[in-house]
């Protein structure tokens, strides 16, 4: 692993796939691993929240990840347990304001509507318009180049599967937190869950993905805080309005030493040659 | 349009997609497109359903493939009244044992958790135990290469803005209904709606995508009685499990001449030398 990579892909990790007997297009056998997808629900102070289905590595990290980038748990309050049920799909996230018997009520609650979608854009999109992303962080081509490389050359579950998205914390030139998922979302919410409970700030970091720039990634990157968001796939008309509304970076089809630079441009630093 | 396309990409439509000027790795401009997402929220008998993230076009074909998909409504059902609001972002579905004016009751509630992901497991999930597809159908390999082959020589939307998935009903050797869409399970509803408000038979059909053949999408395939699901891409383990359980023939990354057959291999009739 690369120097202050605190977390990374573990495509050794045999309870994150699975071996499949498949045919190939000659009718000859193939071995091939399918990733595994699991089903985990977030319970938030005593109350059932949500159901994910995700690749079952960092079930805490996802649970608050989550809960911070719906703003459910915010960044000053106080966990006082996390408990995990491996066998049930559950985890548990109590804060110190809420530990009643009965169970306490959370902040806000998902509601309505059936779809996670619909939660987003409820009472999180009301949420950004106060949200004004420090304008002052750089970022620079030769970093942002650097670290994708660096991020390449990983061993990673995607390999071995497929079908998983990465999306990664890069410090100036280097990853730092590095997660996988079969939803890209999932991934992003892993990060801000392990940045959460291992003290890990947000400063001179950004987010490097493989996934679609949509709505969903962008509000949770802005919720996390985080000025600069790259992925090396494209963008949705939405993704590229809700970044230019709260001053996020947003850098699309990142490829080899080609970019789209989508809005909030003065962050970036040009300091290579055309 | 090839012979019998009843439905196909609009990469004309100006509604679905927004000029985007952005900068390139030179620091140069570029003029893009982006897909436009636009919410839609769904009421089934008077009762809200869901609120999904799509592109805007077909939204009677997306909300009554939604609910079929969903298993809210029934094949036979009678649907008296389907009304869109544009403007609201709205879809209300009425059928014809429920009209009463106090909005009457669906058969089944999206309810609980707040994500659809965990409807699609609840209630769908089992609903499966008690199918099993038709296994006379067969697929031969020449069929299915000049489907693709006529496909890939349609303008898309796709090939404008990137960031959608493309779904497509073929038959035999063509493509009948083509749906593109930012949510792969979006386009796969709105074939189920168009195939459903049109009274397209599912004789000889299956469907060919390029979204990851995951538990969400092989349950729409299944649910709407089509025996053979294609992808160009990957897939999960879990998609593969649900497949094998109900018969469902899976094809995962479909590109060129080569494939990996997952499920079901009996229906794949190989007609052309290895």
Redesign the interface.
């Known amino acids: 692993m690369p120097e202050k990579l605190l977390v990374g892909p573990e495509p050794d990790n045999a309870s994150l796939?699975?071996p499949?007997e498949?045919?190939?297009?000659?009718?000859e056998p193939?071995a091939?691993w399918?990733?595994?997808?699991k089903?985990l629900?977030i319970f938030f102070n005593g109350k059932?929240?949500?159901?994910?289905?995700n690749i079952g590595d960092h079930p805490e990290c996802l649970a608050v990840g989550f809960l911070l980038n719906q703003r459910m748990l915010e960044p000053d309050d106080e966990i006082v347990s996390i408990r995990h049920d491996a066998e049930d799909g559950t985890v548990f996230v109590r804060t110190g304001d809420s530990v009643h018997v009965d169970g306490g009520e959370p902040k806000k609650?998902?509601?309505?509507?059936?779809?996670?979608?619909?939660?987003m854009?409820g009472d999180v999109l009301e949420s950004l318009d106060n949200i004004r992303l420090d304008p002052t962080p750089k970022l620079k081509?030769s970093d942002l180049y650097n670290a994708v490389l660096t991020i390449k050359g990983l061993p990673t579950l995607h390999q071995k599967?497929?079908?998983v998205h990465r999306c990664v914390l890069c410090e100036e030139n280097r990853p730092i937190i590095y997660m996988e998922d079969?939803g890209r979302h999932n991934a992003l919410d892993k990060i801000a869950g392990y940045m959460r409970l291992h003290g890990i700030g947000r400063e001179n970091k950004y987010i490097y993905c493989t996934g679609?720039?949509?709505?969903?990634v962008v509000i949770k990157t802005v919720i996390m805080g985080l000025p600069i968001l790259v992925s090396r796939?494209?963008?949705?008309?939405?993704?590229?309005e809700l970044a230019r509304k709260t001053g996020l970076t947003l850098i699309g089809?990142c490829r080899g030493?080609?970019?789209?630079?989508?809005s909030a441009?003065e962050r970036?630093v040009?300091d290579l040659p055309?």
């Open positions: 796939y699975t499949i498949a045919l190939n297009q000659d009718g193939v091939l399918a990733v595994t997808e089903l629900t059932e929240v949500v159901t994910t289905m609650r998902i509601h309505t509507s059936g779809c996670a979608v619909a939660t854009f081509i599967t497929g079908s079969v679609r720039l949509t709505s969903e796939s494209g963008f949705s008309a939405m993704g590229i089809r030493r080609t970019f789209q630079l989508l441009p970036v040009y055309a």
